[in-house]
C-alpha cells in the first residue's frame, strides 16, 4: 500500500462487504450492479459535497466508486459492481478562485471532489471559462468512470488520439453518446452549445438505460432555432 493511499484512508471508515452462495463466495456481479448504504456522521468541519467512497482493492490501491452523501439521513449510498472493501473518504479540493458563496460552488465541490472535472491548475479552477465539446466527452467518460485503455484509434480526422481528450471522444462515439459535426471532424475544441450539451447528456441518460419522470415541456422562444442545432453533437 503506497504512502499516498494510506494518508488517503488513515482514520476513515472502512467497510468490507461479502455475500455467499452455498460455500461459494461471490464477489464479481458480472455486469450488475448493487445499492448499499451504511451510515455517516459528518466529522467537524466536512463539507457534505466531498464525501467519497473508494475501492481498496487487494492490491490497496484506491479506485473512485458511485457514491452520494446523504445529509438528511446521515448515509452514504453506494452503487457497486461488485463486494470489496469501500472507503469512506473525503477529497475537497480548494480553489482560489471558487468563492464558497458562489451559486455554483458546491456544484464545484461535488464534481471536482468525485473526479468528474480537474481544476486548470493546483489552485484554480476558471469557472467562468467556457466548456468545450471535448471536455464534455472528457467529463461524461469521467462521470462513467468508463475504461478508455482499449481506444486508441480515433473515428474523427481532427482528434489527436493521443489527446487528453482522444480516447474519452472515442468512447463517447461509440456509444452513441455524442458525434461529429460533419466531413469526419469532431470540432473538439468548439465551445459546447446549450443545445448540445443538453442532447449529449440526453444521449448519456439513454446510454445508462435511466427512466426520467415526465413533465410539461418548456415553451422556449427560440425551441424552433435550438431544433435545428441539435443534429451536430
Given at each position: 500500500?503506497?504512502?499516498?493511499?494510506?494518508?488517503?484512508?488513515?482514520?476513515?471508515?472502512?467497510?468490507?462487504?461479502?455475500?455467499?452462495?452455498?460455500?461459494?463466495?461471490?464477489?464479481?456481479?458480472?455486469?450488475?450492479?448493487?445499492?448499499?448504504?451504511?451510515?455517516?456522521?459528518?466529522?467537524?468541519?466536512?463539507?457534505?459535497?466531498?464525501?467519497?467512497?473508494?475501492?481498496?482493492?487487494?492490491?490497496?490501491?484506491?479506485?473512485?466508486?458511485?457514491?452520494?452523501?446523504?445529509?438528511?439521513?446521515?448515509?452514504?449510498?453506494?452503487?457497486?459492481?461488485?463486494?470489496?472493501?469501500?472507503?469512506?473518504?473525503?477529497?475537497k479540493v480548494e480553489f482560489t478562485d471558487?468563492?464558497?458563496?458562489?451559486?455554483?460552488?458546491?456544484?464545484?465541490?461535488?464534481?471536482?471532489?468525485?473526479?468528474?472535472?480537474?481544476?486548470?491548475?493546483?489552485?484554480?479552477?476558471?469557472?467562468?471559462?467556457?466548456?468545450?465539446?471535448?471536455?464534455?466527452?472528457?467529463?461524461?467518460?469521467?462521470?462513467?468512470?468508463?475504461?478508455?485503455?482499449?481506444?486508441?484509434?480515433?473515428?474523427?480526422?481532427?482528434?489527436?488520439?493521443?489527446?487528453?481528450?482522444?480516447?474519452?471522444?472515442?468512447?463517447?462515439?461509440?456509444?452513441?453518446?455524442?458525434?461529429?459535426?460533419?466531413?469526419?471532424?469532431?470540432?473538439?475544441?468548439?465551445?459546447?452549445?446549450?443545445?448540445?450539451?443538453?442532447?449529449?447528456?440526453?444521449?448519456?441518460?439513454?446510454y445508462k438505460s435511466t427512466k426520467l419522470?415526465?413533465?410539461?415541456?418548456?415553451?422556449?422562444?427560440?425551441?424552433?432555432?435550438?431544433?435545428?442545432?441539435?443534429?451536430?453533437?
Amino acid at each position: 500500500m503506497s504512502g499516498v493511499t494510506k494518508e488517503r484512508i488513515a482514520d476513515r471508515p472502512i467497510f468490507d462487504f461479502t455475500v455467499t452462495s452455498g460455500d461459494a463466495e461471490i464477489r464479481d456481479f458480472k455486469g450488475g450492479l448493487a445499492s448499499v448504504t451504511v451510515p455517516y456522521t459528518l466529522r467537524q468541519g466536512e463539507n457534505p459535497n466531498a464525501i467519497v467512497v473508494y475501492d481498496l482493492d487487494k492490491n490497496g490501491n484506491l479506485k473512485h466508486a458511485m457514491g452520494l452523501y446523504d445529509a438528511e439521513a446521515g448515509t452514504v449510498k453506494m452503487r457497486v459492481n461488485q463486494f470489496s472493501r469501500f472507503v469512506i473518504g473525503y477529497n475537497k479540493v480548494e480553489f482560489t478562485d471558487v468563492l464558497s458563496r458562489g451559486w455554483y460552488a458546491d456544484a464545484v465541490d461535488f464534481a471536482v471532489a468525485h473526479q468528474f472535472f480537474n481544476g486548470v491548475s493546483d489552485n484554480k479552477f476558471e469557472p467562468n471559462n467556457e466548456m468545450t465539446r471535448a471536455m464534455v466527452a472528457k467529463v461524461i467518460a469521467n462521470m462513467e468512470g468508463a475504461d478508455l485503455t482499449s481506444y486508441n484509434t480515433s473515428a474523427f480526422v481532427d482528434v489527436d488520439k493521443d489527446a487528453w481528450y482522444g480516447a474519452a471522444i472515442a468512447w463517447a462515439a461509440d456509444n452513441k453518446i455524442v458525434s461529429g459535426v460533419g466531413s469526419g471532424k469532431f470540432d473538439p475544441n468548439a465551445p459546447v452549445t446549450r443545445e448540445q450539451l443538453a442532447l449529449m447528456i440526453h444521449k448519456f441518460i439513454e446510454y445508462k438505460s435511466t427512466k426520467l419522470v415526465g413533465t410539461n415541456k418548456p415553451a422556449f422562444a427560440d425551441a424552433v432555432s435550438t431544433a435545428l442545432q441539435v443534429e451536430n453533437c
